[in-house]
Every structure is written in C-alpha cells, then in structure tokens.
C-alpha cells in the first residue's frame, strides 16, 4: 500500500521547512497544504487540538505534532535513507540537546521584528549570544555532526532564510558576527533538499513587513 504523507503547514515557518528539508532528505513525495492561522482549518484543528499549530505531518491518517518530533519520525520511519540522527547514543543525544536548544532562535527572533527600542535590544543581544554559541559548537566541522548533514543541521538551518528580516529590523549582521556559521548555511545551501526547502528571504522580509503593519508595529 502506497504511503500517505500530507503537511500541514505555512510557507514562511522556518520550523515547517524543517520538516520539508527533512522529507526532502529521505527523497518522500507528499502533499502539502497551506495553512491560514488567522483561519485555522477543521482539519489541523482535529490533527493538533492541543497546540492548534503548524506544522503537522500526517502519515497514513495519524498526526504528528511538533517540527523536531516529526523529523525525528521521519528520521525514524524511513531510516534507510539519509540518516539524520547518528547511531552512537550519546551523539544522538548531543544532536538532540542542540536541536531543542535553536527553538529559543524562534522567540528571540520574533522579538526582533515584532519590538522596538530597549526591549529590541534584549532581543538582538540574546539572539546573538545563542547564534555565537552555536557557532561554537559548530567549530571547524563541515556539518553540525561532522563530515554529513544531520538532525541540528536540519533544526537550524531553516532560520538562516530569516537572517535579512531580522538584519533588517535589529540593524545587526549575522555575517559579521558569526562568519563560520554564515558559511556553513551557505554550506547546507548547495544541498538540494535544502535550496528547495527554503524560501526567498526577500520574500520573507516582504513578510514580515506586512505582519509588522497588521500587529501596529510600523
């Protein structure tokens, strides 16, 4: 019996693209459905009723919720292609630890664009201090995992299509804080399942510009 897979999610989530760098990893064919959060849809209210969020993957009619979980499941469902995760356990742990900590990139980030002033400063500095720490623990190393494109790879090389907004907003470079870690999206870039997976960052600035208005930010 052939494979269902259909994703739920929106164009611009850095944490959605997770899923479909990971799905484009593994070579999978699925469908994907927009999302309208100002309008959630019967369908990802019933698949996500806890958390009413994007992205969900629903896999032959059972969801899963949660972007790290869901390319844990495919990291796992489809094992034989492309692994994400290493082998050794305390590698895969290590991978984990990382993974979860770039969601605080998310916050900080909104921060960046969705304040001013003061509060905008806490925000720039934080996420300055999580970029250079990760920058730190990428090191000399070609990928997060060594010589291959693995797990925290895929967690946080979604956000680098976000560094122009937040630039833009917060007055920053990313580049010439953390070069190491610039070149290494540029690294990840040149991968297929990730070029295809991430969208326009010009694209996103227009975005964010539009949701700045709607929320009375400009």
């Not at 989530?13 to 479909?20: K, P, T």
């Not at 698949?47 to 844990?72: A, D, F, R, T, Y």
Request: hydrophobic share 40%.
């Amino acid at each position: 019996m052939a494979e269902e897979i259909i994703l739920l999610d929106l164009w611009a989530s850095m944490l959605g693209m997770r899923v479909r760098v990971a799905l484009a990893e593994k070579g999978l064919k699925y469908e994907y459905r927009e999302q309208d959060l100002r309008d959630k849809s019967p369908l990802l209210l019933e698949m996500n009723p806890v958390h009413k969020k994007i992205p969900v993957l629903i896999h032959n009619g059972k969801p899963i919720c949660e972007s790290l979980i869901i390319v844990q499941y495919i990291d796992e469902v489809w094992y034989n292609k492309s692994p994400l995760l290493p082998s050794d356990p305390y590698k895969r742990a290590q991978a984990r630890f990382w993974a979860d900590y770039t969601d605080k990139l998310y916050e900080l980030g909104r921060q960046l664009w969705l304040t001013k002033g003061e509060e905008q400063e806490t925000a720039k500095k934080g996420f300055m201090e999580c970029l250079k720490l990760l920058e730190g623990e990428l090191g000399d190393k070609p990928y997060f995992g060594g010589e291959n494109f693995g797990f925290l790879d895929v967690a946080l090389v979604t956000f680098s299509c976000w560094f122009f907004a937040y630039e833009s907003f917060g007055n920053f470079s990313v580049e010439a804080e953390c070069p190491k870690l610039v070149a290494w999206s540029k690294r990840c870039m040149e991968k297929d399942s990730v070029s295809s997976s991430l969208e326009d960052p010009l694209k996103i600035h227009g975005f964010v510009i539009m949701m700045r208005k709607e929320l009375g930010v400009e």
